[in-house]
């Protein structure tokens, strides 16, 4: 999506994942001021009700573009967006150097609020988000995660989880690192745009 194009995906239903957008070895990209992709109230049993990602997917906002996801419910993790094996970017200008060189936006670039977990026992969680092995989140542009409930699950805004089955060092112990980027004269009140980067020590499948 390009050139101030806007899409909504709303009120969609799967019975597994990915009620609103299924990515399995796919790409999506929004790029620009005023483009914006809208993907709410989509419900789905298990994982993914607004977006799945899978098997080596990529997710890019980026050059003023937005992106919201409001309102998925899902019953086992990831209400709002599930990954695996696959990578989100979110940039305010197009900077892959890890520095803040956009300016601040009426509205965030990636809002990922209001949805919700209805699981009766605990699962993996992640109401906003569920990041699981060999995945990546990079947020370099204001955004939001607010009024994400997990239930009886952890993480309602953000779970970093490990799939059943993994090859490699399994079970291993590491620690997560959330490296936040504050561009200079940043103020106190939250007007200012800010990043977030996760990664492991060691370096580990999930990274």
Known sequence: MSEGATMEIYENVALNAGGGLALKTGNTLVTG???????????????????LMIENSNLRVENGAQMEVHKNK????????????????????????????????????????????????????GAGL??????KLHINARSLFHGNDAGVSDGGGISVFRTSVESGRLGECVDVIMEVLVPKGAKSDGDSAFGLIAETL?????E
Do not use: C, H, Q
């Not at 001021?33 to 977006?51: C, E, H, L, Q, T």
């Not at 803040?100 to 977990?117: I, M, R």
């Not at 569920?130 to 995945?135: D, Y």
């Open 33 to 51: 001021a005023g483009s914006k992709m809208k993907i709410a109230r989509n419900k789905v049993d298990d994982f993914g009700a607004g977006i």
């Open 74 to 125: 899902a019953r086992l993790g990831g209400a709002g967006i599930y990954v695996t094996d696959s990578n989100i970017t979110v940039l305010d200008n197009n900077d892959d150097n890890g520095e803040y060189t956009g300016s601040v936006y009426d509205k965030n670039t990636f809002d990922v609020s209001e949805n919700w977990l209805w699981s009766t026992v605990p699962s993996i969680g």
């Open 130 to 135: 569920a990041l699981g092995s060999r995945s």
């Open 202 to 206: 060691p370096k580990s499948l999930i």
